[in-house]
């Protein structure tokens, strides 16, 4: 079936450096969501991409679909103590459903 | 828009006893997926709908554990006997452009 690989597992980061978590599948996927969790939460959705080698923004968050919609990437600039928590991605695939990857947790250093 | 709305919030059982989690989506979503999330396993998906007709039931970790979705507006999920190893964050998420989780359940099995 399909699978989504998310790496790092972990990323430590001072406050003010960037962050970028990475996506991969093992099939073409029709979309890609990214979703955020903060400690104690529930995950929140952010975004959907759809088009092969779409960017999309929002402030300081940066995704990316890989041309060949089988990877993707977040990437946030100039982290804040607010961006902690898990970051998912889950690639869209048949029949509504979503295979989520196991997620990048940030913690920033103030 | 009251969001997926979850109950109960926490739930302490004693080994052997049935637990029922309840969950009513977003008006208008035609997609109901329930998920179980650990720190060992992750999110874990158990089971989904589509227009309330199950479609994949294969993350259900044993017979033990049933879900079910009556009407467009009220699914659950139900746990008899519940274990230890039950213990976990239960999300049920409803979508239709993207999944909206709810709060979730911390169901503590005792």
């Known amino acids: 079936g399909q699978q989504v690989m998310q790496i790092p597992q972990y990323q430590h980061v001072q406050e003010g450096e960037d962050f970028t978590t990475y996506c991969n599948s093992s099939t073409t996927l029709s979309n890609i969501q990214w979703y955020k969790q903060r400690p104690g939460g529930h995950p929140v959705f952010l975004i959907q991409?759809?088009?092969?080698?779409e960017v999309k923004k929002q402030k300081r968050l940066t995704f990316q679909f890989g041309e060949a919609k089988k990877n993707s990437s977040l990437h946030i600039t100039a982290t804040q103590t607010t961006d902690v928590g898990t970051y998912f991605c889950a690639g869209g695939g048949s029949a509504g459903k979503s295979t989520f990857g196991d997620g990048t947790t940030l913690t920033v250093k103030p | 828009d009251a969001g997926v709305i979850q109950s109960p919030r926490h739930e302490v059982t004693e080994m052997g006893q049935e637990v029922t989690l309840r969950c009513k989506p977003i008006s208008g979503h035609d997609y109901l997926f329930w998920y179980r999330q650990t720190m060992m396993r992750g999110l874990e998906l158990l089971i989904y709908f589509n227009n309330n007709v199950p479609i994949d039931d294969s993350g259900m970790p044993e017979d033990r554990f049933s879900a079910k979705m009556p009407n467009a507006s009220f699914s659950t999920l139900k746990i008899q006997p519940s274990e230890p190893r039950d213990s976990a964050v239960y999300f049920c998420?409803?979508?239709?452009?993207?999944?909206?989780f709810g709060s979730g359940t911390r169901l503590t099995v005792v």
């Open positions: 991409l759809v088009k092969s080698g």
């Open positions: 998420a409803s979508s239709r452009y993207g999944y909206t």
